[in-house]
């Protein structure tokens, strides 16, 4: 690889390397250390063609839910199936890996600019900016920006567009899918929430369980397929359709936060004994 040598949105590749390698050696600790990140279904990415990938997931955090997708995705390409053990899998990570992010997030301070570099796709959210509801038209540039990014590789969105569970999942999500015709990968990840800040920079709780799930492609009919349908497909797979309130009684919810106190205290005591 030519030192010199640039993707679609003209990042150099050499530097590029460098940030997921640096970034990624100094974030291995929050998902193996801190925490425990139990990952299901990694070994399909190894069978994922090189571009046209769309991963669909819920969102948590805005920073550490997609810094362990990159955790995650480079270790499985490397061999390791479920598996994030031994962060030499990021000395030659794959480059052409892309999610989708607001603009607005990504220019505030140096470090989101970092991880900018990384892999960005920055949009103007449609429906939200500043804090504020708007309501403006999508920007077509955003769209090709997002065209351009599978035409190249993989490409990681959070189609709620928050960070909040059981929001609706945005329309454009769907025209893109129609649009570029990509094969589409739903992740299920939770626990993220618990263990960070909303920025997913600041460590807020240690041992808590975190988990992602890998599923199989989505079963999706470009052509002639309704964006309704589609988006109904997408929220079941990521486990956000308003049907899951109704089968996730607040006493379960309960029992999994109490589980979580228990495994810090467990934690905590094993520490103690091994001062």
Do not use: C
């Not at 990159?70 to 994030?84: E, Q, T």
């Amino acid at each position: 690889m030519g030192l010199l040598k640039k993707n679609p949105f003209g990042h150099y590749l050499f530097l590029k390397k460098w940030i997921i390698r640096i970034m990624g050696g100094m974030t291995h600790q929050r998902y193996r250390g801190f925490n425990d990140l139990q990952i299901e279904g990694s070994s399909i990415l190894k069978n994922l063609p090189d571009r046209n990938v769309l991963f669909v997931s819920n969102h948590q955090t805005y920073f550490a839910d997609v810094v362990a997708m990159y955790h995650v995705f480079n270790a499985s390409l490397s061999g390791r199936d479920d598996s994030i053990k031994n962060v030499g899998y990021l000395w030659d990570p794959k480059l052409n890996i892309y999610y989708v992010a607001a603009a607005e997030t990504m220019k505030k301070g140096f470090l989101p600019k970092i991880l900018a570099y990384a892999g960005s796709i920055s949009i103007d959210r449609t429906w939200r900016a500043d804090g504020q509801n708007v309501n403006r038209q999508v920007k077509m540039s955003d769209i090709s920006d997002i065209g351009r990014a599978l035409d190249d590789g993989w490409v990681i969105t959070f189609p709620q567009g928050t960070t909040k569970p059981w929001k609706p999942i945005r329309k454009g999500t769907a025209f893109i899918i129609k649009k570029y015709k990509p094969i589409v990968i739903p992740i299920v990840i939770d626990g993220f929430r618990r263990s960070f800040d909303k920025k997913g920079i600041r460590i807020k709780k240690r041992n808590i369980l975190q988990s992602m799930v890998i599923k199989e492609p989505l079963d999706i009919d470009y052509d002639t397929e309704g964006v309704d349908s589609i988006i109904e497909k997408i929220e079941y797979a990521i486990e956000q359709h308003p049907s899951f309130l109704k089968v996730i009684p607040e006493s379960e919810i309960e029992a999994h936060e109490s589980l979580n106190e228990k495994r810090r205290y467990s934690a905590d005591t094993n520490k103690d004994k091994d001062l």
